[in-house]
């Protein structure tokens, strides 16, 4: 599962060190496409295959499948870490992320979230001051 949260730096071929805690999980592949939020999300092979037989399932009929379908897929990459658990983040997707030279890279236990360090704290500032327990009841935990 991926847990915690680390800053790293991308390098000026625009490759990512994966946090060594991750890499065992994502040694075999991943995919990496654009998340919801102006963010990034890996998912290891598995995972990502889960999501997109869901995916599949869904009706072509609908527009609003359609869209998420355009979403999630045009924007994938597949990838493969090298020996030192670098990937090469393509610069189209840092692009929608917003991500330069410094990457939060964030567990999301099935997944993992990549972001622009000062849209990262704005999220993480925005979940946090809100403790309002009513906000979290509705999620049925």
Known sequence: MFLGEYTHNIDSKGRLTIPAKF??????????TRGFDRNLMIFPLDGWQELA????????????????????????????????????????????AGIG????????????????PAAWAAVRESVESNDDAARWEDLGI
């Open 23 to 32: 890499r065992g999980l994502l040694a075999a592949g991943l995919v990496v």
């Open 53 to 96: 037989q869901k995916i599949g399932e869904r009706p072509l009929s609908d527009e609003s499948v359609r869209a998420f379908r355009r979403r999630v897929f045009s924007g994938a990459v597949d990838l493969a870490p090298d020996r030192v658990g670098r990937i090469l983040l393509p610069p189209y997707l840092r692009d929608f």
């Open 101 to 116: 030279n410094e990457v939060v890279v964030a567990g999301m236990f099935n997944y993992v979230e990549l972001w622009d």
